[in-house]
Structures are given as structure tokens and as C-alpha cells.
């Protein structure tokens, strides 16, 4: 393994585990005090700031079904992706190992959620509408991660986006399902939670990545041409869901980030 994609890994485990242990944390700590609207804007804090420290490390997919976005893109090989969705899956269990520890070995630290911010469905929404929620709610969030990590996209703003994102898709979900849009974020609470959220576990490792499929040909089928006739190509913005070419031990680039023929008779144009 290089090192390029050991330091991806490293960063994709660590980020994970934040995700879960601030974001999932606040509602099991706190969901009482800060409401649903302040978990949404947990989730979507804790990712904008994950998105501008490890972007340019890993991409800061922190994400299986953003991972499988990247992939059906052409953005990493299907090698990176399984290592991917090893060390998020590990993250996401290892994030949860802390906040089941805190509460149950720190004082008067409870679980508000009781199930430790574990996803469930059968309460507000049935298990064809929860599979069908976190569907959509997955394709809008990686569709936007697509589309403003993009070639043609401004570079600088995508973490901006990306935790917007993630707020808006939770502050819809959060009373219905307790939105999931990460296998990773709902496996970990899950497997230390048990019962009825573990049982139902799949649909919201199933749906998200089915979310995130679809939005891979949808924005294939919307995404405006990355280069006008006679333009500067734009600047990827490497806050997002890229991943950094592993050039000294394979000699490629990934696909995601070859320059295209617009560019590179752009290129042959400037230096002539």
C-alpha cells in the first residue's frame, strides 16, 4: 500500500469517527436541549469543517455511498473504494464504542435517544417509506457532492455546500427515520444499540447506497460541459469528494481528474 493511500485511509477512519461521535453524539446527549433542528446542524457542521481539514487528505468521502458516487464516477479504482469502505465502516463502530462508553462509564452521562442515535423506521414511517426517504435523501446529498466538486463547478465553496447539504436532508428526515444518507453512520450506533434498530440495519445500509447510484446518472445527465469554447478550465475544488492521485507508486491519475480534450488543447493553445 502507498502512502499516499494509507494517509487517505488514516483521515477516512478518523473523519468517520468524528462524524459519528459530534454529530451522532449531540442527539444522544443532547437532542433534549438542542432539538432536532440543532442535531441537523450538528451533522452539517461537523462535516463543513471535516470537509476543508481532510478534503485535500482523502477527499472526505467519510461516506460509503459518496464512495460508490466517486467510483461509478471513474474517481478511484474499485481497490480504493473496498479499502474505503473498510476504514468508514471501522470508524463509524469505533465512534459509537466512545459514546457507548460515555454513556454508560461517566457519571450521569445518559443516552437521550435510548437507542444511542441509532436509524429505525417502523414509529412515524413504514419500512417501504423509510426505504424510499433515505433513497431520496441520499440522492440529493451525493448529487450535490458530484456537482459542486466538479471540473465546472467554483472552487472553494463545495464544504460550504456539502454541510448545507447534509443539514437540509437531516432537518426532513431526523423525525422519520433519524436520517441515515451513511451506512457507515448507521451501522456503528446500531450494532451497540441492538434489538429493532440492528434488525432493521440493512434498509439504511441498502438504501443510501442505492441514493447514491442514481445520483451518479443523474448528474452525468445534467452536469453542463466542464470547459466553453475558448475558457480557462475551472479549478477542482479538492474540499470534496475527490481522491488525490497516488502518482509515485502507480503512475496514473484517476479518471475523475484527467484533464479532457477541451483542456488539453487549451493547454497546447497557451503554450503556442
Known amino acids: 500500500m502507498s502512502p499516499t493511500l494509507a494517509r487517505s485511509l488514516a483521515a477516512e477512519f478518523l473523519g468517520t469517527a468524528l462524524l459519528v461521535f459530534l454529530a451522532v453524539g449531540s442527539a444522544v446527549v443532547g437532542i433534549d436541549t438542542i432539538g432536532e433542528f440543532g442535531v441537523a446542524f450538528a451533522f452539517g457542521l461537523t462535516l463543513l469543517a471535516l470537509a476543508y481539514a481532510i478534503g485535500p487528505i482523502s477527499g472526505c468521502h467519510i461516506n460509503p455511498a459518496v464512495t460508490l458516487g466517486v467510483l461509478l464516477s471513474k474517481g478511484m479504482t474499485t481497490t480504493e473504494a473496498a479499502y474505503y469502505w473498510v476504514v468508514q465502516f471501522a470508524g463509524g463502530i469505533a465512534g459509537a464504542a466512545v459514546l457507548q462508553l460515555l454513556t454508560s462509564g461517566f457519571g450521569d452521562v445518559t443516552d437521550q435517544t435510548g437507542v444511542l442515535g441509532a436509524n429505525d423506521y417502523g414509529a412515524t414511517i413504514s419500512l417501504g417509506g423509510a426505504l424510499v426517504l ?60 441492538g434489538g429493532e434498530p440492528l434488525a432493521h440495519v440493512w434498509l439504511f445500509i441498502v438504501a443510501p447506497l442505492i441514493g447514491g447510484a442514481i445520483a451518479v446518472f443523474a448528474v452525468r445527465g445534467i452536469s453542463v460541459p466542464l470547459v466553453p469554447v475558448g475558457g480557462a478550465a475551472a479549478t477542482v475544488d479538492e474540499t470534496g469528494a475527490q481522491v488525490p492521485a497516488d502518482a509515485e507508486a502507480k503512475g496514473r491519475v484517476p479518471e475523475a481528474r484527467r484533464p479532457t480534450a477541451a483542456e488539453t488543447e487549451q493547454q497546447r493553445r497557451s503554450r503556442t
Open 134 to 193: 433515505e433513497v431520496l435523501l441520499t440522492f440529493t446529498f451525493v448529487a450535490v457532492i458530484l456537482l459542486v466538486t466538479g471540473k465546472a463547478a467554483t472552487p472553494g465553496f463545495a464544504g460550504l455546500a456539502i454541510g448545507l447539504s447534509l443539514t437540509a436532508v437531516h432537518l426532513i428526515g431526523i423525525p422519520l427515520t433519524g436520517t441515515s444518507v451513511n451506512p457507515a453512520r448507521s451501522l456503528g450506533p446500531a450494532l451497540f444499540a
